[in-house]
């Protein structure tokens, strides 16, 4: 079955360290988000990608870069992790503009 | 401020008895609405989802009301669960809005009583 997963499930990881979260969903989908998940805000769009070689920022894209170098990956890359940036990290994907996003099981990510 | 909300963060409901969760919108150019579903420790997982141009949509065991007149949306859930304790978030898009112009609520934290 056609699924999206993440990896690591849980990072922990220390202040100024760079860390790479990988999303990968086999759906052939053209979109790919990033979202983060705080308590008090819910889901806040980090970046977002309509397909290959392209990317845009979301509301929350300082201090995060992606990339997308083929259709199922889109991996998200902390440059300097700083402990607000301890969150949920959720990537989702869906086929076309304004069509049903599908989450991925999440990355826990604690900066210390 | 956000676009979307939902009027009560926690809803606790008898096993059997039927849910009904709500979700108010601010955008009157929002023409498409999704229903998520989030249990402790997994991804939004996506239950229904309804244009404007529907005033009601139904799926197994779920049923989606919009009115556009007050911009309120519900789910309402029959013969609950305790598979359905869970975390309910309402999404809300309009053309233009960006990023398929999804705009997520807080949620409802749906509690279910045996």
């Known amino acids: 079955d056609a699924e999206i997963t993440q990896s690591p499930r849980h990072k922990i990881t220390e202040t100024g360290r760079q860390v790479t979260l990988a999303c990968h969903q086999t759906?052939?989908?053209?979109?790919m988000f990033w979202y983060r998940q705080d308590l008090g805000h819910g889901l806040r769009l980090i970046h977002y990608s309509y397909g290959v070689q392209d990317t845009n920022k979301g509301e929350v894209s300082d201090g995060y870069s992606v990339s997308r170098s083929n259709t199922e990956d889109l991996p998200l890359t902390l440059e300097s992790a700083a402990s607000s940036q301890t969150s949920v990290y959720f990537c989702?994907?869906?086929?076309?503009?304004?069509?049903?996003?599908?989450f991925g099981p999440g990355t826990r990510l604690l900066v210390l | 401020g956000e676009s979307v909300g939902l009027h009560l963060p926690t809803l606790s409901v008898q096993e059997g008895d039927n849910s009904i969760i709500n979700c108010a919108y601010s955008?009157?150019?929002?023409?498409?609405f999704i229903w998520y579903k989030q249990e402790s420790g997994k991804g939004p997982q996506f239950i229904i989802d309804i244009r404007s141009n529907m005033d009601k949509r139904q799926g197994q065991r779920v049923t989606v009301l919009l009115n556009k007149t007050v911009k309120h949306l519900s789910l309402q859930i029959a013969a609950t669960q305790p598979g359905d304790s869970a975390v309910y978030f309402c999404?809300?898009?309009?053309?233009?809005?960006?990023?398929?112009?999804?705009?997520f609520g807080k949620g409802t934290h749906l509690i279910i009583q045996p």
């Open positions: 999404a809300e898009s309009y053309s233009g809005g960006g990023a398929d112009g999804l705009t």
């Open positions: 989702a994907s869906s086929q076309g503009v304004r069509q049903t996003q599908y």
């Open positions: 955008n009157s150019a929002s023409d498409y």
């Open positions: 759906w052939n989908h053209n979109n």
